[in-house]
């Protein structure tokens, strides 16, 4: 059974909006990088989907944006090719190297776990709420932000149950960030 992963940014209050806290930098953006390189399939609600085609689908000229700096590229061209998956009942065929998830998530994300692999990454904000919720997360990355944002969507916001979970490695950043990866923590 290969293991979901969820992954996220986060501010010191808990804020996961995608703007709150530091800017990326070349540091953290090869971490991502190597993050979503781990997982065979990324697995996305529609408004993360959007929101990271919007910003990292190469353009179909070939070339990446002007706006876009050296050290970037490595994250744009993993996630540009990385197998996609996107729960969604109102968005159509989604065409960026993705296939939309229709009916039941928790028994298709169930389904997918099944499948051989090194793991699935999921991010976003609702879909990793419900797949917490079911027990279907493997591995928790809170890359925490030196930052308190003070509004905004809050990490795991409405989780039915506590979920206690076991730090197994730490990374710090020259900015001030922290991933923090956890694993949840056997019943004693």
Request: net charge negative; proline share 6%.
């Amino acid at each position: 059974m290969r293991p979901l992963r969820y992954a996220i940014n986060v501010t010191l209050d808990g804020c996961c909006h995608h703007e709150a806290g530091v800017a990326p930098d070349e540091e953290s953006m090869a971490f991502w990088a190597e993050e979503l390189g781990r997982a065979d399939a990324l697995i996305f609600g529609r408004v993360t989907y959007q929101m990271m085609e919007s910003a990292w689908r190469r353009p179909e000229s070939g070339a990446w944006p002007d706006w876009m700096v050296a050290w970037q590229t490595p994250f744009a061209e993993t996630i540009d090719r990385a197998k996609k998956y996107v729960v969604s009942s109102t968005l159509g065929g989604p065409d960026w190297n993705a296939e939309p998830v229709r009916g039941d998530v928790v028994d298709a994300v169930r389904g997918l776990k099944q499948e051989p692999g090194d793991g699935l990454f999921v991010g976003g904000v609702t879909l990793p709420l419900a797949l917490a919720d079911e027990g279907l997360i493997d591995e928790y990355v809170f890359v925490v932000q030196p930052f308190v944002a003070g509004h905004g969507p809050t990490l795991l916001a409405g989780l039915r149950e506590h979920l206690r979970l076991e730090l197994i490695d730490r990374r710090e950043f020259g900015s001030g960030v922290v991933a923090l990866r956890y694993v949840p923590a056997q019943s004693a």
